[in-house]
């Protein structure tokens, strides 16, 4: 699992580790992918990751923590493409995962802006708006430095 695998840094360039699986679901092997089996997973999601961006932009409507949800949920669909269907489209089967992502993200994000409780920032809103006066008065004078 130490190694750099090439086959997602073609298209995400920054350094992930993502491991190989063989056989059964869960069980990691350090053996390289089957060829064609990696040929099949780059060109579904290739052809799909437009579909799959869009949708997660309809629930993360900033770009760039969107691309973040893109590139871990492609690390999991290869993770997972063992338990993939052929029969089944790819695309609702890689938004399942990229919705399980973005669910992370929202917990992720949540936690980050619980920093201050309800009575705290109502204290800082109220020292604020006293000290609203002295303030600017500072801010004027920092200005002229």
């Not at 073609?10 to 059964?24: E, F, L, R």
């Not at 309809?58 to 760039?64: D, K, M």
């Not at 993200?105 to 604020?128: I, P, S, V, Y």
Request: net charge negative; with cysteine; glycine share 2%.
């Amino acid at each position: 699992m130490g190694e750099f695998r090439p086959c997602l840094r073609a298209i995400y360039p920054i350094n992930v580790q993502i491991p190989q699986k063989c056989g059964n679901l869960g069980q990691m092997s350090d053996s390289a992918p089957d060829p064609a089996r990696h040929e099949e997973f780059m060109r579904l999601f290739l052809d799909n990751e437009h579909e799959v961006l869009r949708y997660v932009l309809a629930l993360v409507p900033n770009l760039a923590d969107a691309r973040d949800i893109i590139q871990e949920t492609a690390v999991s669909l290869w993770k997972r493409f063992d338990a993939y269907d052929p029969d089944m489209p790819f695309a609702p089967w890689a938004c399942r995962f990229a919705l399980n992502k973005v669910r992370h993200h929202w917990r992720r994000e949540k936690r980050k802006q619980k920093l201050f409780d309800e009575e705290t920032m109502e204290f800082l809103a109220a020292r604020r708006a006293e000290m609203g006066e002295v303030m600017d008065y500072r801010r004027e004078h920092l200005q002229e430095c």
